[in-house]
């Protein structure tokens, strides 16, 4: 291209040296001046317009490409479950979920996230298996200690909803107190704030749709209660808040609320009030954390006839990395060795019932889970762990879950 504009410049720089040479005046001499000015100019064009054989748009797909992340986590599990007489006993095999985020700066104070989930292998799992959007919302960030976020976002609950990745805790399954009293993963469409309350605490605090009561149960607790989107029984407003504190160095603690009615639209209000505590806290090698939820029904005879006025449980697990400094050299200069166990308690009958035939020992379970976590990099963790179940049912009565050995992998990308 530098060519191709230097031939013709010089060309018509000659050109118009014997022009004006033999020009008679000075009006002449403008003119052909003012000519070969418009003429240096088309040619300055052409050189700064692109070439014929670019794709047009190249400039904005890389624009949105530098500012798009792309990232993720998978778990695969092989579970035994011993046999009780509950009939779940035997082999599984499970592609538990594939998560896929994608977030862009859309501008540099606003941002989309998103966070797509394919669980159980997908529509192709069998009846456990399927597609959903996790998270879908824009987070405006104005200060740092308010900004503004709206659409599909996890409820900032209890101590694994937010942080659910696999690297993040050491068992096989995430604690059963966090699916049956915090339902995780619990997503909801609604909007909220968010920001730092100087350099060691975080809050939020969000507006989102309520859990619907009438699918509440003492087998499940509030699991089921999670609306589908578009649907909204109770055409209520619920109200989650959460105040994350680190007061001093390795120590992390979080407190969060959530409250809202759970009863049918057309029918008394009867709310739900779920209350979270969680903490961890790290001595050199030594790991001690916990978690206490309590989730209060002040009219449960309303929702469901099984439940009490109260469901409550908490869990605590010690940990310790073993490995060797020794050992961590070459591909294993990050790894890290955990061995830990974990005891968790938890009741869906406490209080009074609607149908006091319907209360039984089962629904107070306890959990004994021991076993080791090994992460080669920090991304990655293999894990096995064996799981001791217990509860006060009566004689002839089914067990609601089993003694099980496990075995997963997972990963973050």
Sequence with gaps: MKKRFIIPAAAMFLLAAGTMASAATVDELQRQLDELTGQVRTLQAEKAAPAADAAPGDGYLKKVWDKTRIGGYGELAYIFKKENGNGNGGNTFDPQRFVLYVNSDLADWITLNTELEWEH?????????????????????????????????????????????????????????????????????????????????????????????????????????????????NRNVAVTGRLEVRPVTNLYTNVSFYTANAAPSGTPTAYTTILAFDGKYRISDFELAGEYVQVIQDKPALLASDIGHRMSGYWVEAAYHLMPAALKKGKLAEADLIAFARYSEFDTQQGSIADPTRASGRYDRNYTTFGFSFKPVPTVAIKADYQLYDDHRRGGETALDNDKFQVSLGFVF
């Design 121 to 233: 292998g997908g529509t192709d799992g069998g009846p456990d298996g399927g597609i959903s959007v996790e998270q879908a919302f824009l987070d405006f960030k104005f200060t740092k200690a308010f900004n503004v976020k709206a659409g599909v976002m996890l409820v900032p609950l209890g101590a694994l909803n937010l942080y659910h990745e696999p690297v993040n805790f050491n068992s096989t399954e995430r604690p059963q107190l966090d699916r049956y009293l915090i339902p995780s993963t619990w997503q909801e469409m609604g909007i909220g704030i968010h920001g730092a309350l100087g350099d060691k605490a975080d809050y939020q605090l969000l507006a989102t749709p309520g859990l619907d009561g009438t699918k509440f149960a003492a087998e499940t607790g509030v699991r089921e209660g999670r609306q589908n989107f578009g649907k909204d029984s």
